[in-house]
């Protein structure tokens, strides 16, 4: 790849500050090159675990435990460990968006808006017994564990059962277990 076909050359981090969501993590600001949201519609076809706003234009993905919010020119990133991860993160997703830019004929771009699950989506798809068997006090507080990624579906015993199965199917589906 030539550096006239990359979409997006390079990136600078301009502030790292206590985030607000983890006291234990950081918030991390990073300004771009170039614009980069001709690529949104053409992740949005590809990537499952992405929320397109084309109103907003912006993409946000939740990786591990960090929420990744992309805008033209900017990225705002919440729950990462410093200026390093930051570099990792900002690094995986500029060289993805670039091999996504240069296959792009190869792509059929979908604009339409995509949501990220939330925990009440999640909260309804287990079996909301409370019965603490993973470990948490609430059904709630094990979606949240699954969404932050500090919980994995196999600590909910009751999906196991029939009644409860379809339910954790559509989970596994949803958070690629």
């Known amino acids: 790849m030539t550096d006239d076909d990359l979409l997006w050359h390079s990136f600078t981090i301009t502030h790292v500050l206590d985030c607000i969501a983890d006291p234990t993590k950081n918030r991390v600001i990073a300004e771009f090159s170039d614009n980069i949201s001709p690529v949104f519609p053409y992740l949005n076809a590809i990537l499952s675990n992405l929320m397109y706003n084309p109103g907003a ?10 929420i990744l919010t992309f805008y033209p020119h900017v990225v705002v990133m919440a729950k990462v460990d410093g200026a390093e991860d930051a570099t990792a993160q900002l690094t995986w997703f500029k060289d993805l968006c670039n091999d996504i830019w240069r296959r792009r004929e190869e792509i059929v771009p979908c604009y339409e808006r995509r949501k990220l699950l939330g925990p009440l989506d999640v909260y309804q798809l287990l079996p909301r017994l409370n019965c603490k068997a993973c470990g948490e006090a609430t059904c709630m507080a094990f979606a949240f564990g699954l969404l932050l990624g500090s919980r994995r579906l196999s600590e909910c015993t009751p999906l196991q059962e029939d009644a409860f199965a379809e339910g954790g199917r559509r989970l596994a589906e949803f958070l690629d277990e």
């Open 57 to 66: 234009n912006t993409v946000t993905i939740k990786r591990e435990w960090r």
